[in-house]
T-cell receptor, first 110, second 115 residues
Framework: GIQVEQSPPDLILQEGANSTLRCNFS?????LQWFHQNPWGQLINLFY???GTKQNGRLSATTVATERYSLLYISSSQTTDSGVYFC????????????FGSGTRLLVRP | GAVVSQHPSWVICKSGTSVKIECRSL??????MFWYRQFPKQSLMLMAT?????????EQGVEKDKFLINHASLTLSTLTVTSAHPEDSSFYIC???????????FGPGTRLTVL
């Protein structure tokens, strides 16, 4: 089956710093989503980005589908950015299933 | 954005009892809903795909008689954990896909503790 790898697994930042999170996948996909899981477990949709580049405030994401990777950029990090960031990819079939990576655990210190 | 709710948000039950978890899409219709399970400090694992009006499709290794799924309408799917045991304790999360969209939206999750 498809493999989804995220790096780094853990990241500690000082407030105000920038960071880049990476998601590699082993096969073609028709969907890629980035999520932030808050301390209560809720998954917040950050980006739906099967290809191209999108920006939303301090966050932006780029997916290069032909090279099978996606990047999530966080600029001017804040303590509220702490949590786990997941990427998930959708298979190239009609199932609409999402396969999750193992996540990046981010801690932003004041 | 699309909103998905889950009920209850947490439940504690005795071993051997059954627990039902509801997943609702509040402002859109979802022909397909998904159920995931997450253990502490781990990623989400897909358990099953719930299709409105048809039988659920279970992932390999998931017992369909243990985890009963019913998708009664375009806005409601339920997961029933039958004869729950302590090893079933976990965080259960559902997601839903809009009819005309490929993006999935997730519920807030249900934390199940089996004593």
């Amino acid at each position: 089956g498809i493999q989804v790898e995220q790096s780094p697994p853990d990241l500690i930042l000082q407030e105000g710093a920038n960071s880049t999170l990476r998601c590699n996948f082993s096969d073609s996909v028709n969907n890629l989503q980035w999520f932030h899981q808050n301390p209560w477990g809720q998954l917040i949709n950050l980006f739906y980005i099967p290809s191209g580049t999108k920006q939303n405030g301090r966050l932006s994401a780029t997916t290069v589908a032909t090279e099978r990777y996606s990047l999530l950029y966080i600029s001017s990090s804040q303590t509220t950015d702490s949590g786990v960031y997941f990427c998930a990819v959708g298979l190239m079939d009609s199932s609409y299933k999402l396969i999750f990576g193992s996540g990046t655990r981010l801690l932003v210190r004041p | 954005g699309a909103v998905v709710s889950q009920h209850p948000s947490w439940v504690i039950c005795k071993s051997g009892t059954s627990v039902k978890i509801e997943c609702r899409s509040l402002d859109f219709q979802a022909t397909t809903m998904f159920w995931y399970r997450q253990f502490p400090k781990q990623s989400l694992m897909l358990m099953a795909t719930s299709n409105e009006g048809s039988k659920a499709t279970y992932e390999q290794g998931v017992e369909k008689d243990k985890f009963l799924i019913n998708h009664a309408s375009l806005t409601l799917s339920t997961l029933t954990v039958t004869s729950a045991h302590p090893e079933d304790s976990s965080f259960y999360i559902c997601s839903a896909r809009d009819l005309d969209d490929n993006e999935q939206f997730f519920g807030p999750g249900t934390r199940l503790t089996v004593l």
